[in-house]
């Protein structure tokens, strides 16, 4: 029975009691419980199903590397799967359910697995899903999704919030053990800007439950006093329930605040990320211990032996009545003194080493403990529940000497510093075979821009396991990396710790040291993804020598624990197996995050309305209003039409081409990209930006333009319009304005830096708006002002002046083919300039159009559109723009690009006009089918349509498309693919579908 | 100009840390030689504060300057002033290469105030705002979230923030929502 002690332990305040349930129970905790210390004080042991072959899985430790107690927590709207139940603190009204089992937790069909797992053997997955390829996506695959995967996803938004917080420090310590204060001490007495994470909710780390004495003081009193000395310190930043999640280049590390956790409200802020930029980073990370490979070791009840002594201490939990400790080294007889001085049984200590007689087992001797030594566990007795341990000789192959009866198996295997966050970033390794551990080498430490380090790990977490050694490793930590930023003030004294000596480990990788088979195949490596002994030992004989190689074939360490506690069981096991040496075969690499964040806290307050910007026009408030169906062009939205009453979308197009072409069309232009070019060599510049000529535009003219890359293909088009003697204003299109401008600045900052040229985007510094049909003139001179005659603004011309009440520059341009002006305001009159042009046009039959009805009239036009026409494969050849680049000039961006044998290749697809023989449209990204078929086995083509539209203004499908030797092949009829039908007959015309002479505009 | 509107018309959201939208202010894209004597004081003379150093604005109300990149400077005068010294700048820098352009409607204002306004902006910009690192007069060009953003401390309390017009909505409601996820208790005055 695991149960609550009389006594009280140090987190938990047994007055307060916490009411939580779990599968449905309602249980009852304390304040200062984790979700695992309540569940063990109610009796809970079993806390969930194992992966791959769903054995039953109890706690097996208290902290982050706790791989078996993973629950679904909370409901609906505050459901978050895969809680370890160690981390997660308890709160009033914690609903919890177990994860991966089917039907119950105490009954799980899945558990048959077990008993088939000689036919599911390392690398089932491989060997068994290969063949037939049809039967992985039809029969394999959803077979794995059923029975794979721990928690559920959610099924509702989550309701919380989450933020992010940016911050610089000079330096960042990273836990908040002995050897993480002792070093924050130093750096913050030394007067560096010094913040100081904690993951848990307490600081000190496992110091007070080992017994450490520091300062002559207990560990508790010297953690109490520093934190207070701390907490003065203005330069210093305490945060508890924050991980040190990831070390980045350049200092960068992540922190993972759980800001609520403990005491949710619904919609509060949940996790908060630092992002912190560190000149220096101290890890004090402390060690993780490891467990012991012998057989049938993830039974509930067996827990490695801190694990005990903390729910002790810490929760005032026992886990059984008696506990059978077995281990390689002395720390594990704390173990056993905890619980007897608790007034708990432990019948024996195994003791692997032959020989155990430092200060500790000494002293579990004189308390009246049985210890072996030289022996070793052959098997744990029991079901779902540990009832007793097999006892055999490790250096034998497991015959059983004696069976002991007990409920709880403490075992310790030594501990492995934890080096994540050091080697993020590139920190190496060294095996420490005296200590049986992979440790920091601090001359390979991770190196920042100026090729120096910027980690240094400290504490327990650099090999440093006693108190004496880890805190003044951790003092003198802090004070060389505040050196390092500057900052040098005196620090005090560093603190001096004590504890009881230790004799040396024995590694022991497995139990007994000759198992069988049979009892390596029952002998756990990785409890979350079910890799035994047995696995690895296959992986290797297979050929799977190399340690990344081996993880992936058995899947050791890639559950969400990431192989904490069976990494270096593992590794042990396969360089065993590889006869070699442990630092030859390695360690897999440690990757961010230290255990798994939120996605949430990834996107910080990118959610619901925040997710993305949205860029809106001056008008956008209106379109919203008047029915507006948008579509995202970049990040703004543009109106595709503007629904009136009941009618489709496709009907409102129609009727807003129809309206624009007999009366008058309104269209919002704003987002267009209008960039400034100033300056004395601002035409020679724009000679070279665009294929044709703009030096030579007369001031008060527009000008069509054609911007290529270098490497010859379209990349944006515009009206150009030359403002004065040194200026130009360029248009982009909607999503090239940022990018023509930065293209801009690329050419002029690093290729032309001598050119005196400035460019400015005045993109949002205009709203503009294209006031498009026969009745346009009339619209605009009702308003007053200015002459738009014919005479006076003739087709490419711009003006300035005052329309009605507004400061206007007028261009009379068109991409519809109708008499057309496009007038710019100060964005601040866009709103007021858009309501006065609807009013005034009322009497002129004025309708608002969107982007659709702007792309049919120009398609009728047969005006080409960057995008539709262009995929960043096209030149302007392909497109007939012949007479868009210049001749005259000496260069420009893609002159030279246009000589390449496959850009003048008479061969190149290109555009011509397309019409169906029975006047339908066109399916749009077509295929024109040409005859045979490929290397592939694939029908040859001819072409494919790029544009596609039903004509209102034709009352028929019109298309444009780019067609091998298209403009040569007019009248000729050619097939179309058409997905799922017969293919589709088109001829070969003129792109020129409408007013082919131009009357309509020229007026 | 009975027909001008700023981008949220003042919009305001009231907390410990407050948001408004700061109305139309006139804005200058100056581009030139920084170093010119001319340039400088043509800029000061408008504005009336001191031509800022690299890192820097200065501002007096609805006036000011601040510090762009090594050949750019943001001039600050009232809406209706932008004209007048748009002429003033041509004048004084005649013959001499540069750009001046209005971009006064281009953009928005926004102004965050309150005790922990520092952590406000910190949690949207990744810029260092402790107080040894960020007082006031002192101007970043970062972003906001995923808007590009500016902005100047005013004073202790006192953030103004200039953002492109057409994303203002987002980064007032983006700044709302770092205001109320409330102070985080790491900047040592906040």
């Not at chain 1, 230790?502 to 139990?511: K, Q, T, Y």
């Not at chain 2, 004048?91 to 102004?111: E, F, M, P, T």
């Not at chain 2, 590009?148 to 980064?171: K, N, P």
Request: proline share 5%.
């Amino acid at each position: 029975m695991s149960t609550r002690l009389a006594r009280t332990g140090r987190f938990i305040n047994k007055s307060k009691p916490v009411a939580f349930s779990f599968n449905g129970r309602n249980l009852k905790g304390v304040a200062g419980d984790t979700l695992a210390s309540a569940l063990l004080a109610n009796d809970q042991m079993l806390v969930g199903r194992s992966f791959k072959y769903h054995r039953p899985r109890g706690v097996i430790a208290s902290g982050a590397e706790e791989p078996n107690g993973l629950v679904n927590l909370g409901k609906g709207e505050s459901f978050e799967p895969n809680a370890r139940v160690t981390t997660t603190e308890l709160f009033e009204g914690l609903t919890a359910t177990s994860q991966n089992h089917f039907p119950s937790l105490e009954f799980d069909v899945g558990a048959i697995n077990t008993h088939l797992s000689r036919f599911l053997p390392a690398g089932f997955y491989y060997k068994m899903f290969m063949f037939p390829a049809p039967f992985w996506k039809h029969v394999y695959e959803p077979f794995i999704r059923k029975s794979a995967g721990l928690g559920k996803a959610p099924k509702q938004r989550d309701e919380n919030t989450y933020e992010h917080f940016n911050i610089e420090a000079d330096v960042l310590v990273i836990g908040g053990g002995i050897a993480g204060l002792a070093a924050a001490l130093a750096a913050g007495q030394s007067g560096a800007r010094t913040v100081v994470m904690e993951q848990t909710a307490h600081w000190g780390g496992r110091a007070p439950v080992d017994g450490a004495v520091i300062d002559g003081k207990p560990a508790e009193d010297w953690i109490a006093e520093t934190l207070a000395a701390l907490s003065e310190m203005p330069n210093v930043t305490l945060r508890t329930r924050c991980m040190g999640a990831g070390v980045y280049d350049h200092g960068f590390v992540l922190g993972y605040e759980r800001v609520s956790d403990h005491a949710p409200q619904p919609g509060g802020l949940k996790h908060r990320l630092w992002r912190v930029r560190a000149k220096q980073v101290v890890t004090a990370t402390g060690a993780i211990e490891r467990p012991l490979s012998f057989a049938t070791n993830d039974l509930p009840g067996v827990v490695l032996a801190s694990a005990v002594r903390d729910y002790v201490v810490n929760f005032g939990v026992s886990l059984g009545d008696r506990t059978v400790v077995v281990t390689n080294n002395d720390d594990a007889y704390r173990t056993a003194i905890t619980l007897k001085e608790a007034g708990l049984e432990v019948p024996a200590i195994i003791d692997a080493r032959t020989e155990a007689n430092g200060e500790l087992p000494q002293k579990a001797r004189a308390l009246g403990i049985r210890v072996e030594t030289g022996k070793g566990i052959a098997s744990v007795k029991g079901g779902k529940r540990v009832t007793g341990v097999a006892i055999c000789a490790q250096a034998g192959e497991g015959a059983v000497l004696e069976e002991i009866s007990c409920d709880c198996v403490a075992m310790s295997g030594g501990w492995s510093p934890i080096v994540h966050l050091w080697s993020h970033c590139g920190g190496k390794l060294n095996w420490d075979a005296d200590q049986a551990m992979f440790r920091p080498d601090l001359d390979r430490a991770p190196t920042g821009a100026d090729g120096l380090p910027f980690v240094t790990a400290a504490g327990v977490a650099n090999g440093h396991l006693f108190t004496a050694e880890g805190i003044a490793d951790g003092f003198a930590a802090g004070r060389a990396a505040a050196k390092v930023t500057g900052h040098s003030q005196k620090a005090g004294q560093a603190p001096m710790g004590e504890d009881a000596a230790e004799d040396p480990l024995e590694p022991v990788w497995l139990m007994p040291q000759g198992a069988s088979y049979k009892l390596r195949s029952k002998a756990w490596l990785d409890f979350q993804n079910d890799v035994k002994v047995s696995d690895v030992q296959l992986a290797a004989q297979e050929g799977f020598e190399s340690v990344e190689h081996a993880k992936r074939y058995t899947t050791l360490g890639m559950a969400t624990d990431q192989g904490k506690i069976s990494n270096i069981n593992g590794l042990a096991i396969l360089a065993d197996q590889l006869g070699a040496e442990i630092p030859a075969v390695g360690t897999t690499t440690f990757r961010p995050p230290y255990t798994p964040i939120s996605m949430a806290s990834i996107a910080g307050p990118a959610q619901r309305d925040l997710f993305q910007p949205v860029r809106k026009t001056p008008m956008s408030g209106w379109h919203t209003a008047n029915g507006a169906f948008y579509e995202p062009v970049g990040q703004w939205r543009r109106p595709y039409a503007y629904l009136r009453g009941s009618e489709t979308v496709h009907e409102a197009v129609n009727r807003e081409v129809v309206n624009a072409r007999t009366n008058t069309g309104l269209l919002d232009a704003s987002t267009l990209g209008k960039l400034i070019v100033s300056g004395p060599d601002a035409g020679k510049f724009l000679d070279m930006m665009y294929t044709n000529m703009m030096s030579t535009l007369p001031v008060g003219k527009c000008r069509y333009g054609l911007m290529c890359t270098e490497n010859g293909f379209l990349s944006d088009d515009g009206v150009v319009a030359r403002i004065d003697d040194n200026t130009w204003l360029c248009h982009t299109t909607t999503g090239g304005a940022e990018r023509i401008h930065a293209w801009m600045e690329d050419w002029l900052q690093c290729e032309w830096w001598d050119w005196q040229v400035y460019v400015a985007n005045v993109t949002e510094q205009l709203a503009q708006v294209a006031v498009v049909g026969p009745n346009a003139r009339k619209l605009l001179e009702s308003l007053g002002g200015m002459d738009l005659s014919k005479e006076a603004l003739p087709f490419m011309q711009w003006a300035d002046g005052t329309l009605g009440s507004f400061d206007a520059r007028v261009y009379r341009i068109s991409f519809s083919g109708e008499l057309s002006y496009e007038i710019a305001v100060p964005a601040s009159q866009g709103r007021a300039f858009w309501d006065k042009l609807l009013e005034a046009g009322e009497a002129f039959g004025i309708m608002p159009y969107g982007t659709e009805a702007l792309h049919i009239m120009r398609a009728e036009k047969g005006l080409i559109m960057i995008g539709d026409e262009t995929d960043g494969t096209i030149i302007p050849q392909d497109l007939n723009l012949q007479w868009a680049l210049s001749k005259k000039k000496e260069d420009y961006l893609g002159k030279r690009a246009h000589l390449r044998s496959h850009m003048a290749d008479p061969n190149r697809w290109k555009l011509v006009g397309l019409e169906t023989l029975d006047g339908s449209v066109l399916p749009d990204g077509a295929y024109a089918i040409a005859d045979g078929v490929n290397a592939n086995g694939q029908g040859n083509t001819q072409g494919r349509v790029t544009s596609t539209y039903f004509s209102p203004t034709l009352k028929k499908g019109i298309a444009m498309g780019l067609v091998h030797k298209g403009p040569d092949r007019m009248g000729e009829v050619i097939s179309f693919t058409n997905i799922g039908g017969e293919p589709i007959k088109a001829r070969i015309v003129d792109p020129v579908f409408y007013d082919k002479d131009g009357e309509k505009q020229n007026v | 100009m009975f027909n001008a509107v700023s981008a949220l018309d003042h919009r305001t959201f009231a907390g410990d840390v407050t948001i408004r939208e700061d109305g139309l202010r006139g804005m200058i894209s100056l581009r030139g030689d920084m170093s010119l004597a001319k340039l400088k004081s043509v800029c000061t003379s408008l504005t009336g504060v001191a031509f800022p150093a690299q890192g820097q604005a200065n501002s007096d109300g609805a006036q000011g300057l601040a510090w762009m990149s090594p050949d750019e400077v943001l001039v600050m005068v009232a809406h209706d002033a932008v004209d007048d010294a748009l002429a003033k700048i041509a004048k004084a820098l005649k013959g001499q290469h540069h750009l001046a352009v209005n971009v006064s409607d281009a953009r928005a204002v926004l102004i965050v105030e309150g005790p922990y306004v520092r952590d406000v902006i910190a949690k949207l910009a990744p810029v260092d705002l402790h107080p040894d690192a960020f007082g006031p007069g002192s101007f970043r060009r970062s972003r906001l979230g995923q808007v590009a953003a500016a902005f100047w401390m005013r004073d202790d309390q006192s953030v103004a923030v200039i953002c492109f017009r057409s994303v203002a909505d987002y980064a007032f409601d983006l700044l709302k929502a770092a205001a109320q996820g409330g102070p985080v208790g790491h900047f040592p005055d906040s």
